[in-house]
């Protein structure tokens, strides 16, 4: 039941940020998800989405309108309610329930979490890396250089961003570059590790089982051919006896 519990995330898309989606877009979609139901539809009210988004309604319902256009929501009136649907993807990332809770981040600094967490190197437990300079994160996030500064700054105060200074300089600014490294343990994203220790154990589950069947099949074809041998020695030894009588 624990192990159940810790796997519980959110999938976001990932590029999103490629078809013209800004961050907020994808916080509002990864907190429209958090309500999907096993028939993966779900209908929370704007009100709701906006307590727990930390957005306005009007942002909220600019932010439905482009995730209906780009593709990645359905929405239907039923009644007085609004049913969402949610379009197939291949990629993702996993955001846990501790993460979409946290009120220790503002709006914008949470949007960006989840925009740029794709572009992260998870080789390290604990921690996501970025190397891209902030003009190449913001192009590929679809965020104005400035606001991630902002959000850079927000991070760092509240000791969930570390930033490394590197010797290489960016060829198009000539200012060194630099490696982000989030701490996102402390942002409640344990379930990253989780999930790939959940997803390793299943390969390595899958390849016992097939070894198991192999040797299984094995076994099975050895016990054929002795009870085939069996058999022909029967009928050997029925004809011997045979010709001896006569």
Not at 20 to 32: G, R, T
Request: with cysteine; hydrophobic share 30%; charged share 25%.
């Amino acid at each position: 039941m624990e192990e159940n519990k810790n796997l519980q995330h959110v999938q976001v898309p990932n590029g999103m940020g490629h078809n013209n989606l800004e961050p907020k877009d994808q916080l509002i979609y990864m907190v429209i998800k958090s309500h999907d139901n096993p028939n993966q539809e779900c209908w929370p009210s704007l009100q709701i989405l906006s307590k727990e988004s930390g957005a306005s309604i009007n942002t909220i319902r600019d932010s439905i309108k482009r995730l209906k256009n780009a593709g990645y929501i359905k929405t239907e009136l039923v009644g007085r309610k609004t049913r969402y649907t949610f379009d197939p993807y291949k990629k993702f990332e996993p955001f846990s329930p501790e993460f979409i809770k946290n009120k220790n981040l503002s709006f914008t600094t949470k949007s960006y979490l989840v925009a740029s967490q794709q572009y992260m190197y998870k080789d390290v437990e604990g921690v996501g890396k970025i190397g891209l300079s902030n003009r190449n994160l913001s192009q590929e996030i679809n965020m104005p250089e400035s606001t991630i500064r902002r959000c850079n700054a927000e991070l760092v105060s509240k000791d969930y961003l570390t930033i490394l200074k590197n010797e290489k300089k960016d060829l198009q600014t000539g200012c060194f570059t630099d490696t982000k490294i989030m701490k996102l343990k402390q942002l409640g994203q344990a379930v990253i590790w989780t999930l790939c220790d959940h997803e390793e154990q299943i390969r390595q589950n899958t390849q016992d089982i097939s070894k198991l069947a192999e040797r299984l099949n094995q076994q099975e074809q050895l016990i054929q051919k002795l009870l085939n041998e069996n058999t022909e020695l029967k009928k050997a030894q029925t004809k011997n006896n045979t010709e001896y009588k006569f």
